[in-house]
């Protein structure tokens, strides 16, 4: 596990670089996607072409635009080549936030699968890209095939974001006049200053942005002042939920890749019926699994965490999930395990594919 920082001195550069790393993989992934002829597959190739019409004279997504510009001229493929990679994402994910006594963990594990019967993951080695942009440090977990900083798990000091994917009915979404990708929305919510990621001020720009065609949680987790803050904000096309992490010391939510079902139903959620890899039960019991896994832990919420143990707590949440609690957390389909804490004391992360992966990701900022 190594983290590849990106060169250049622009952010533009530096997405060109990335884009010349990768360039193979990403330039198979697109001619996969060419010669694919599944109805599906054109759909979510029509919306890319017609999300880009929609977004490229607004100043909004300026920036995301430069960049995803120079990441595709460094791979060798069309602008509108890489809006269809945003476009065809379907990742398997599960998120934890909780509250502890100095600070907030974002607990996430990223997989990536195709159909139930093909598992094809993406994870790039190097599995982490850190950029600079503006004289700030940002870093995102990232597959070969996708700009870095959709989707995924991105951190920053005092900031870290995850999103989770959730099953939407796809049919019509062609007809959506503005249409807008979650990856875009993710991107820019992952490059904003932290006092900016108001989930309110995000759902009204997403709103003069157009309509979200495909759906995905967010979940963030900030250092605003001396205050700590954790929300998921789940977007469903025009739609969206607000949830905010509570300020007792052992409060948790939780997500996978079903939409909340204590949520007020949303236009455009799948039938639980029509919901694959293990149908709706499967995805509603890791939504459990996650609770009870809350509550077992709830005594180690009333803890400090001690500033010179940074390290030693990743290690130990990092061997209880690939020991104690494998069997819910650990499956063909894993790529990483993150654990992200936003403490008092600073900001830290680790990412491990393995427990005897001893080259874990550790990252503070004090």
Same mark, same amino acid.
């Given at each position: 596990?190594?983290?590849?920082?990106?060169?250049?001195?622009?952010?533009?550069?530096?997405?060109?670089?990335?884009?010349?790393?990768?360039?193979?993989?990403?330039?198979?992934?697109?001619?996969?996607?060419?010669?694919?002829?599944?109805?599906?597959?054109?759909?979510?190739?029509?919306?890319?072409?017609?999300?880009?019409?929609?977004?490229?004279?607004?100043?909004?997504?300026?920036?995301?635009?430069?960049?995803?510009?120079?990441?595709?001229?460094?791979?060798?493929?069309?602008?509108?080549?890489?809006?269809?990679?945003?476009?065809?994402?379907?990742?398997?994910?599960?998120?934890?936030?909780?509250?502890?006594?100095?600070?907030?963990?974002?607990?996430?594990?990223?997989?990536?699968?195709?159909?139930?019967?093909?598992?094809?993951?993406?994870?790039?080695?190097?599995?982490?890209?850190?950029?600079?942009?503006?004289?700030?440090?940002?870093?995102?977990?990232?597959?070969?095939?996708?700009?870095?900083?959709?989707?995924?798990?991105?951190?920053?000091?005092?900031?870290?974001? @995850?999103?989770?994917?959730?099953?939407? &009915?796809? /049919?019509? %979404? !062609?007809?959506?006049?503005?249409?807008?990708?979650? $990856?875009?929305?993710?991107?820019?919510?992952?490059?904003?200053?932290?006092?900016?990621?108001?989930?309110?001020?995000?759902?009204?720009?997403?709103?003069?942005?157009?309509?979200?065609?495909?759906?995905? @949680?967010?979940?963030?987790?900030?250092? &605003?002042? /001396?205050? %700590? !803050?954790?929300?998921?904000?789940?977007?469903?096309? $025009?739609?969206?939920?607000?949830?905010?992490?509570?300020?007792?010391?052992?409060?948790?939510?939780?997500?996978?890749?079903?939409?909340?079902?204590?949520?007020?139903?949303?236009?455009?959620?799948?039938?639980?019926?029509?919901?694959?890899?293990?149908?709706?039960?499967?995805?509603?019991?890791?939504?459990?699994?996650?609770?009870?896994?809350?509550?077992?832990?709830?005594?180690?919420?009333?803890?400090?965490?001690?500033?010179?143990?940074?390290?030693?707590?990743?290690?130990?949440?990092?061997?209880?999930?690939?020991?104690?609690?494998?069997?819910?957390?650990?499956?063909?389909?894993?790529?990483?395990?993150?654990?992200?804490?936003?403490?008092?004391?600073?900001?830290?992360?680790?990412?491990?594919?393995?427990?005897?992966?001893?080259?874990?990701?550790?990252?503070?900022?004090?």
């Amino acid at each position: 596990m190594s983290i590849y920082q990106a060169k250049g001195k622009t952010i533009e550069e530096q997405y060109y670089d990335v884009g010349t790393l990768f360039g193979e993989s990403i330039r198979n992934s697109v001619a996969k996607i060419a010669k694919k002829r599944s109805k599906l597959t054109r759909v979510r190739r029509q919306v890319a072409e017609k999300t880009l019409t929609n977004i490229v004279n607004k100043v909004e997504v300026s920036d995301f635009l430069k960049c995803l510009k120079a990441w595709c001229q460094g791979a060798k493929i069309e602008l509108v080549e890489g809006m269809w990679l945003l476009a065809d994402n379907l990742s398997g994910c599960q998120t934890m936030i909780a509250r502890y006594g100095s600070g907030v963990a974002l607990i996430h594990t990223e997989e990536e699968f195709i159909d139930a019967n093909h598992i094809d993951l993406h994870m790039s080695d190097p599995n982490t890209i850190s950029f600079n942009m503006n004289g700030q440090t940002l870093n995102t977990l990232v597959y070969n095939d996708l700009l870095p900083g959709c989707g995924l798990y991105g951190f920053k000091e005092n900031m870290i974001v @995850a999103v989770d994917s959730l099953f939407l &009915v796809e /049919e019509g %979404i !062609e007809k959506v006049n503005n249409p807008l990708l979650a $990856n875009i929305v993710s991107w820019l919510v992952w490059r904003m200053d932290r006092e900016e990621t108001e989930p309110s001020k995000i759902v009204t720009l997403i709103h003069s942005l157009g309509e979200v065609v495909d759906g995905y @949680a967010i979940n963030v987790v900030r250092k &605003v002042g /001396e205050s %700590i !803050e954790g929300y998921k904000l789940t977007i469903v096309r $025009n739609e969206h939920q607000i949830e905010f992490l509570g300020k007792e010391n052992g409060s948790h939510l939780r997500q996978t890749n079903i939409v909340d079902p204590k949520y007020p139903k949303m236009e455009g959620t799948m039938s639980p019926k029509n919901i694959w890899r293990g149908g709706w039960k499967y995805f509603k019991q890791r939504l459990m699994d996650m609770d009870k896994h809350a509550k077992i832990y709830r005594h180690y919420a009333q803890l400090s965490l001690d500033p010179n143990k940074h390290e030693w707590a990743h290690r130990l949440i990092q061997k209880t999930i690939f020991t104690d609690l494998r069997k819910y957390y650990v499956n063909p389909d894993l790529g990483a395990v993150c654990i992200g804490l936003v403490d008092s004391s600073g900001t830290s992360v680790s990412v491990a594919k393995s427990a005897e992966d001893k080259e874990q990701i550790i990252i503070c900022t004090i």
